[in-house]
């Protein structure tokens, strides 16, 4: 075939396209017109949302490193919730109470036992969300047998928590996770607690409920418990001080300096100025010798 031929052929088969292409358009030309614009209107719109939820991710993380009390922490998690960063933040906040609560509760228990009673809320809320991660329902699930065993050691009455509620928290920690990065300190806590010297010492520690009124004084350093001991010398006070006066002493209106009481008049002055013979001359010092 010549290239002439070719030409012409290529030509008429442009031409067919061009024609059917135009019958197209007049029948269907707004409709792809429309299609073409609500492609572009969603893409620009999935492109502002992911930068824009990139962006309030950032922030969340952000706001995250900043905080350090559980009160940051919730608030977090509830601007967030159920997303990867407030399940996180109420993490953070659960285990900040049950480190609260261990501070506490040696000296002020009922302060206490609320810090723990709110970890184990948080650890429980956690444990309720579908989406939780791996790592974090690990961390959840050690997290409440810790919260329930602290609430074992301090809560008594109604809010207190039995031995076998605690061992009973670990072992669903190990039948959901054999291989628990705190499989030694759950498997050491769970044969602890099934020993009856364990549960002694747990009711021994509930029936002491200190309160921050029992905090020793510096007047008294020794913890109210302690029998008085004897007076001795070295337990006796020092000389009392003279009271300190409300207000200063001021002398009164009519005082004129003159009325002041001076030295006594047979007490020379120092040096002497005077004497019978006449002035008395200072004293000069004595030639160098050379």
């Given amino acids: 075939m010549k290239a002439e031929e070719r030409h012409r052929l290529h030509e008429h088969e442009l031409q067919k396209l061009t024609r059917q292409a135009g019958d197209v358009w007049k029948k269907h030309g707004a409709k792809i017109l429309a299609i073409s614009a609500a492609v572009v209107v969603l893409a620009v719109g999935v492109t502002v949302w992911l930068v824009t939820a990139g962006s309030q991710d950032a922030d969340a993380w952000a706001q995250m490193g900043r905080s350090a009390s559980a009160g940051d922490y919730e608030t977090i998690a509830e601007d967030y919730s159920g997303e990867l960063v407030g399940h996180a933040a109420r993490l953070q906040a659960a285990e900040q109470h049950l480190r ?139 000389p009392s001080l003279p009271p300190i006066p409300d207000r200063l002493q001021l002398p009164p209106d009519d005082f004129r300096p003159d009325d002041a009481t001076g030295p006594s008049d047979e007490a020379p002055p120092f040096p002497p100025t005077t004497s019978d013979d006449g002035p008395v001359e200072a004293p000069r010092p004595a030639p160098s010798e050379e």
């Fill in 100 to 238: 609260e609560g261990t501070l506490q509760a040696f000296s002020d228990r009922k302060a206490a036992i609320d810090e723990f009673q709110q970890g184990l809320a948080g650890f429980n809320a956690l444990l309720e969300a579908d989406d939780l991660p791996d790592f974090m329902e690990e961390r959840a699930l050690y997290g409440r047998a810790r919260a329930l065993e602290s609430l074992a050691a301090t809560a008594d009455g109604e809010q207190a928590i039995k031995p076998e509620d605690v061992v009973a928290a670990y072992e669903r920690l190990l039948a959901k996770y054999p291989e628990t990065l705190f499989k030694e300190l759950v498997e050491a806590n769970v044969k602890s607690l099934k020993s009856q010297r364990t549960r002694e010492f747990l009711a021994w520690f509930r029936s002491e409920q200190p309160a921050p009124t029992d905090r020793p004084t510096p007047d008294s350093p020794l913890p109210p418990s302690h029998p008085p001991l004897a007076a001795g010398p070295s337990l006796g006070r020092g």
